[in-house]
């Protein structure tokens, strides 16, 4: 029994996703998904603003099997703040098949940063949802950049839709690659071609440098998963077809802060050819994309 109880609206990741439709090529990399715990194990940071369910390495492995994927990026979640042990942990026991994306602070010492180097870290996660984290300021962040473009790490970012704006100068004079997650949460009920995902448009647009995860339709659909996040669709098709060669895919597992519903993984891996519809497409977002950025 974990010392750790999870928070009580928060739901479990599901238990048995559907075999999806759609068979994913040979070599597909599933490139956002997290490890939680066990708490037991990996103790959940003092300073989180959530307590979560556990979701272990083997979980995360039997799912990567399940649904055709070869290989992880696994992201360090908030719940675990700048204590990478459960990351580094799933990564060592990977067999070279997972790569991570860690949370540091800016103190962190060469030393430790050449180990998450040597276990397979190969960028830093920056987090702006207010509900998450408390965000560090702008010039810590600045330094922890500086630092992290020496190992040639990327930036991964994470901001929701309506934030972009005051961020946006920030985010432009960032050092290295800087991958945006879930499109940057666009809110849907507005239209594609309007000026707040523009903004999103003209940011990967101008800055060769960023590249965009098409991920979480569950998160950001208002249409839920009855309509099979339909409404989000148009949304990652545009950034796929616009930017092919700067586009991830992941499924989020194991889903953190799912308050409404849980999503069947399957039913998200379904989703993907219609973010990209031809297998040139497919092949970039699923494999050449993701291998480049963390396996060359
Ligand atoms: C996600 C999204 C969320 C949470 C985290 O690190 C996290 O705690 O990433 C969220 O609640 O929106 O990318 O998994």
């Known amino acids: 029994m974990s010392k750790f109880v999870k928070d009580a609206d928060w739901l479990d990741w599901h238990p048995s996703p559907s075999k999806p439709e759609f ?9 956002h998904c997290h490890v939680f715990g066990p708490g037991e194990q990996f103790p959940f940071a003092p300073e989180r603003k959530y307590t979560p369910c556990d979701a272990s390495k083997d979980q995360l492995w039997a799912l990567r099997d399940h649904l055709g994927f ?24 990977s067999n070279d098949l997972a790569r991570g994306v860690a949370t540091v602070k800016e103190n962190v010492s060469d030393t430790e940063l050449e180990a998450l180097h040597q276990a ?61 997650d879930h499109m940057g949460r666009p809110d849907v009920s507005k239209p594609v071609d309007g000026p ?22 569950e998160r950001i659909s208002l249409a839920g998963p009855t309509q099979r996040y339909k409404d989000v669709v148009p949304f990652a098709r545009t950034v796929v077809e616009q930017f092919p060669d700067r586009v991830l ?13 849980m999503p069947d993984d399957g039913q998200l891996v379904d989703m993907i050819p219609l973010f990209a519809p031809t297998a040139e497409l497919q092949r970039k977002l699923l494999i050449d994309n993701p291998m480049r950025l963390y396996w060359s």
């Not at 908030?78 to 026991?93: E, K, Q």
């Not at 920056?126 to 702008?138: E, Q, S, Y």
């Not at 992941?250 to 889903?255: K, L, M, N, S, V």
């Open 23 to 31: 068979v994913l090529p040979a070599g597909a990399v599933d490139a």
């Open 249 to 261: 895919w992941g499924t989020d597992w194991p889903h953190p802060n799912m308050k409404t519903h």
């Open 120 to 180: 397979g870290v190969r960028g830093v996660r920056f987090n702006f949802v207010k509900r998450l984290v408390d965000a560090l300021p702008f010039d810590s962040l600045k330094r922890i950049a500086d630092r992290i473009k020496e190992l040639n790490w990327h930036i991964v970012i994470y901001f929701e839709g309506q934030e972009l704006p005051e961020l946006y100068d920030f985010f432009t004079a960032l050092p290295t690659t800087v991958v945006v």
């Open 70 to 93: 070869s290989r992880n990026v696994i992201v360090q979640a908030t719940c675990h703040g700048a204590d990478n042990r459960a990351l580094v942990d799933a990564l060592n026991h």
């Open 196 to 217: 707040e995902f523009g903004l999103f448009l003209q940011l990967m647009r101008n800055n060769e440098n960023f590249w965009s995860k098409v991920s979480c339709p």
